[in-house]
């Protein structure tokens, strides 16, 4: 007698390769009918965002392509998993529920709770990790606890060993003798109904095909040179995978087996300090998934808890945070990353961090709008990593950086940019000043704004705020919760 079929519960994990939970439904035997439900209502505040809804549509349409070129296809739903997913293992007759992790909170409790109903009405239920190179709650500090320092964390980490990912099915999937009801791709109303998404779509591919290139192309090129490129707004020194791990197209095992194959043929791993800065990246992936599991406030709430005290700046109308996000600061460098956040889902994570440190040390805005701002824009917005990185900002997470360490946009942009080529393509109406003005275009004389087509306060804005007193005025905020550490800098 033929095993009955398996329910495999598609997630972050949009993938044929190196997925855990794909391979052991065809390893069981019987038919296999692959699910995604899209459950806004479970994921709370945080569900998908506007630029991640349009890659996540992509992605869908493409794992649905991988899956019939092997026989099968994807049956889309839309509404609570909790209840989806059981009515389909009751439509199917399926004796199984597989899935791949997920370690947000609010998928988690989800998770908890299905798989003992699937269980406790005797159906099979289990999943794997296909997500991380390290299960969170098993990595921990010699007291048995969290790290919260990323240093260590890492080098705890690098004692470990990192799995070989897992290959796709050889064969065909086999297919149920009839399939359940599906909804089509366009009824799960991922793109936007107004079509601001032309920029994302000229600049990305979204897709298992289109990550494992980028991988490749990444690993035997510009990897060598990550260590000083990263930092180069202006080229493509990244490897651009942040969307692709954060939907599941690539895991990070592969990530790690192609930086492994790499340093085969020098018999040195990592092979170069560009590839060991890179995997340290991956790393702080790690990390930051690491605290959100053990920490799962904190998307919403300062891990040090004093900064909950912290006395941020009034904002009439909203006034200093819409032209922030409109990138219109005055500061060439913050609204060239805004303008590049807006046109293609995704900014330079040099850039980033100059962009967040205006918001919350020289605006005095909470950190947690810019959270949702990025959350709402980033192709690649992930709540783990998107928590971790606006803490680190704004000095208030783990392994933060200090909050009087003030990054001072002038010098940012002209130490990262220093020819100015990120700012004229992200900032065109700058894009003939001098280079030696371009970083503070109220410094240059009024004849060469003149011959540049520059307005002051009409086709670019003066500065929203002077920096030196901006920065006066975020210690002093700073000050006042008393708390240990140096002075400003």
Not at 152 to 174: K, Q, S, Y
Not at 256 to 268: D, E, F, L, P, Q
Not at 416 to 428: K, S, T
């Amino acid at each position: 007698m033929s095993a009955s079929p398996t329910l495999l519960w598609f997630r972050q994990d949009l993938r044929l390769q190196d997925n855990p939970a794909l391979n052991a439904a065809v390893a069981r035997g019987g038919p296999v009918v692959p699910v995604y439900v899209l459950d806004d209502a479970a994921e709370g505040r945080w569900a998908a965002g506007g630029a991640s809804r349009w890659w996540l549509h992509h992605s869908l349409h493409s794992l649905d392509a991988s899956l019939r070129e092997k026989g099968s296809r994807l049956i889309l739903a839309r509404g609570s998993a909790a209840e989806i997913i059981p009515a389909l293992q009751q439509a199917t007759g399926a004796g199984a529920v597989y899935w791949n992790r997920r370690y947000e909170p609010a998928a988690i409790a989800r998770d908890s709770a299905l798989k003992a109903a699937l269980v406790a009405a005797g159906t099979e239920a289990k999943s794997w990790n296909s997500a991380l190179l390290f299960e969170p709650h098993e990595v921990r500090n010699r007291e048995g606890g969290p790290f919260k320092v990323f240093t260590p964390f890492w080098r705890h980490c690098l004692t470990l060993n990192v799995t070989e990912p897992v290959r796709a099915p050889a064969g065909m999937i086999p297919a149920p003798a009839r399939w359940p009801e599906s909804l089509a791709l366009d009824a799960l109303s991922l793109l936007p109904r107004i079509r601001w998404d032309q920029g994302m779509a000229a600049v990305w591919l979204p897709g298992e095909a289109g990550a494992r290139a980028r991988l490749r192309k990444f690993a035997a090129g510009s990897m060598a040179d990550y260590a000083e490129a990263r930092n180069d707004p202006a080229q493509a020194g990244t490897s651009g995978l942040s969307p692709s791990l954060h939907c599941g197209e690539i895991g990070p095992r592969q990530v790690w087996a192609a930086v492994r194959a790499v340093g085969k043929s020098s018999g040195v791993f990592p092979p170069g300090k560009g590839a060991q800065v890179f995997l340290s990246e991956v790393g702080w992936r790690e990390f930051a998934h690491h605290l959100l599991f053990h920490f799962p406030q904190t998307p919403a709430e300062p891990l040090r808890g004093e900064f909950a005290r912290f006395p941020w700046a009034a904002d009439s109308g909203g006034r200093m945070l819409e032209a922030w996000q409109r990138g219109r600061t005055g500061y060439p460098i913050v609204d060239a990353g805004m303008r590049e956040l807006w046109h293609t889902g995704w900014m330079h994570n040099r850039v980033r961090m100059i962009a967040a440190s205006f918001l919350v040390k020289h605006l005095r805005q909470p950190w947690t709008l810019g959270a949702e701002w990025f959350w709402d824009t980033l192709v690649d917005a992930d709540l783990a990593s998107n928590t971790l990185g606006w803490q680190w900002t704004a000095g208030c997470g783990a392994d933060a950086a200090p909050y009087f360490r003030v990054f001072a946009p002038v010098l940012q942009g002209r130490k990262f940019d220093a020819e100015g080529a990120y700012v004229r393509r992200w900032v065109p109406e700058l894009a003939k000043v001098p280079t030696e003005f371009l970083h503070a275009p109220w410094e240059a004389p009024p004849a060469a704004l003149a011959a540049a087509g520059v307005r002051l306060g009409g086709n670019y804005p003066m500065p929203i705020v002077d920096h030196a007193t901006a920065r006066d005025e975020a210690l002093k905020s700073w000050r006042s919760l008393r708390l240990p550490g140096g002075t400003g800098s």
